[in-house]
């Protein structure tokens, strides 16, 4: 049964051997009914700690209690990371088919949910750290960039069993870029402003 007993340590152990513990996971043969839920769960989790860390900041007197001009509801900011997510797992499968690679999309999908399951540990760290010193919850979250960033690479690799961690980190960077270009345009056809922006 997987229980925090079992996941933490697993955790910990991706972050010493990702590709290995990524051929582990697909070794699972879990079911994608099963894998949509888990990827469900890690974004409430996800959701449930963002707002954990906001009463911590109103707390230590570093927030406003008053909801910021453009504030987007916990539901929404859900909702919006779960498309992304579900996203992702399509892109991994579809660019990584176009190049050659043999990953099944459920590969691809438990993948993610493992890899925003350590971001949600990363998370509690950060939020943990807040309470201690502001500036270590800030390196915290730009390490956990670079660890996305890292497993993600080796993830994909091991998915469709590809070599070149370069070519594969090269692809994410310039997929990521693309997807963003894409995504701005259709807003912008669409009349859609970014607050910001001109």
């Given at each position: 049964m997987?229980?925090?007993s079992v996941l933490l340590p697993m955790a910990v152990e991706t972050l010493k051997a990702p590709r290995e513990m990524a051929e582990r996971l697909m070794a699972l043969n879990l079911g994608r009914d099963v894998l949509w839920q888990a990827l469900a769960l890690v974004v409430v989790l996800s959701i449930l700690l963002a707002e954990i860390t906001?009463?911590?900041l109103l707390a230590a007197g570093m927030g406003s209690p008053e909801a910021p001009v453009g504030f987007i509801s916990p539901l929404t900011i859900?909702?919006?990371q779960l498309s992304l997510l579900v996203m992702?797992?399509?892109a991994i499968f579809w660019v990584g088919r176009a190049f050659g690679g043999t990953g099944r999309f459920q590969d691809g999908l438990v993948l993610v949910v493992w890899l925003q399951f350590i971001m949600v540990c990363l998370q509690v760290v950060q939020t943990l750290a807040i309470l201690v010193l502001a500036p270590v919850a800030w390196a915290i979250g730009i390490l956990g960039l670079v660890v996305f960033?890292?497993?993600l690479t080796h993830f994909i690799a091991a998915a469709h069993g590809f070599t070149s961690l370069g070519r594969v980190?090269?692809?994410i960077v310039l997929a990521g870029f693309g997807?963003?270009?894409g995504l701005s345009l259709l807003l912008a056809l669409v009349g859609v402003s970014i607050p910001g922006m001109v």
């Open positions: 997987m229980n925090l906001n009463v911590i859900g909702m919006i992702v797992v399509f960033m890292w497993l980190f090269l692809t997807f963003a270009f």
